[in-house]
Nanobody, 116 residues
Framework: QVQLAEAGGGLVQAGGSLRLSCAAS????????MGWDRQAPGKQRELVAD???????YYADSVKGRFTISRDNAKNTWYLQMNNLKPEDTAVYYC??????????WGQGTQVTVSS
């Protein structure tokens, strides 16, 4: 059974930084994509960043130049470094993994709050 353990959320002032991490366990198939989504109050969940098994990276326009996704394949762990945070980045952040032949799995979510 795939399990995702997130860490690193919190409260930060605008302009500050946070680093999220997600560790996957119970992986028995090859990993296609590791990523991060977020959901702000009253809004739909949106994709923030993806990194594929081949290393292809995608960022939402709203975070380009400020957020960096990275991974440690040996540990089945990936990260989201968030710099120059803005109040509009406030949301619950969910890590996501797509393994071959299965639907995506999401973590439990971690709250990120950016004060102005």
């Amino acid at each position: 059974q795939v399990q995702l353990a997130e860490a690193g959320g919190g409260l930060v002032q605008a302009g500050g930084s946070l680093r999220l991490s997600c560790a996957a366990s119970g992986i028995s198939r090859s990993i296609n994509v590791m990523g991060w989504d977020r959901q702000a109050p009253g809004k739909q969940r949106e994709l923030v960043a993806d990194i594929s098994s081949s290393g292809t990276i995608y960022y939402a326009d709203s975070v380009k130049g400020r957020f960096t996704i990275s991974r440690d394949n040996a540990k089945n762990t990936w990260y989201l470094q968030m710099n120059n945070l803005k109040p509009e980045d406030t949301a619950v952040y969910y890590c996501r993994i797509v393994v071959r032949g299965a639907s995506p799995y999401w973590g439990q979510g971690t709250q990120v709050t950016v004060s102005s």
